[in-house]
């Protein structure tokens, strides 16, 4: 099957990655982040020290590489019931990052939204200096790195845009405060996740309230003591 997905779309340093990471934890969405998953690698490994050797020039790493490593990740965390596609929407970041990879994933991904996260690039370099201190970023440790990387997304990566038909990209400021570009992301996802769920207005992994028993009891308040209601599952 091809899994539902909103890309989240935007230079480095947009936000991409922190806006991810928030809509991740709400239930019923999947935050996959390319460059998460390479970090992860044993750089000791051959395959950990071709992403460090391209990372570190600022460069992508190749993209068959790049697009079968992601499709056996993804593969892995359906296995390990960790993300769950007929219920889930997935929510991809730093993949695809060009025109290759958007092509390569097409069977495998159903694109229903682009979210295009904008800046001018001086803002950019500003917030990729201040992550490199505070997160130990080794490919963002220098300018000369930092404006590789830029160059690299305004040619390889932005063509991206022109892949999916226009209607489903949407564009948000990305200087606006972050809780701001949130609010805007959510407002895109939430008519997304209802459709998919079926336009029932209720969240697939919450199970319904069951109407009330005819003999159910009520409380000191006249209200039913107990309307039956089912917990809600914790999401897996
Ligand atoms: P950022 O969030 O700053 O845009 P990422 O954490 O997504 O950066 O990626 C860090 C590095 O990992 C990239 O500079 C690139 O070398 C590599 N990388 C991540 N995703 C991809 C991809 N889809 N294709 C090729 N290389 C990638």
Do not use: C
Request: net charge negative.
């Amino acid at each position: 099957m091809r899994y539902r997905t909103i890309l989240l779309f935007g230079a480095p340093g947009s936000g991409k990655g922190t806006q991810g990471k928030i809509i991740g934890q709400i239930p019923g969405f999947h935050h996959s982040a390319s460059g998460d998953i390479f970090r992860t690698l044993d750089l000791q490994s051959e395959v950990g020290r071709k992403f460090q050797e391209y990372a570190g020039r600022g460069e992508l790493v190749p993209d068959e590489f790049t697009v079968s490593l992601w499709k056996q990740f993804i593969k892995g965390m359906e296995y390990v019931n960790q993300f769950h596609p007929e219920t889930e929407l997935l929510v991809l970041d730093g993949i695809p990052r060009s025109l290759k990879q958007a092509k390569l994933l097409d069977d495998t991904l159903d694109v229903v939204a682009v979210i295009y996260l904008r800046a001018d690039l001086s803002k950019m370099v500003e917030r990729l200096r201040r992550r490199a201190l505070k997160e130990n970023r080794f490919d963002d440790a220098s300018d000369e790195v930092i404006r590789r990387r830029l160059e690299v997304y305004e040619r390889e990566t932005k063509p991206v845009l022109e892949f999916y038909p226009r209607e489903i990209v949407h564009q948000i400021d990305a200087t606006m405060s972050q809780i701001r570009v949130l609010h805007e992301i959510v407002k895109i996802l939430v008519p997304l996740k209802e459709e998919h769920d079926g336009h029932d207005g209720l969240d697939a992994d919450v199970e319904p309230v069951r109407p009330l028993s005819a003999g159910a009891s009520a409380g000191p308040d006249g209200k039913p003591a107990d309307n039956g209601a089912v917990p809600a599952k914790a999401k897996v």
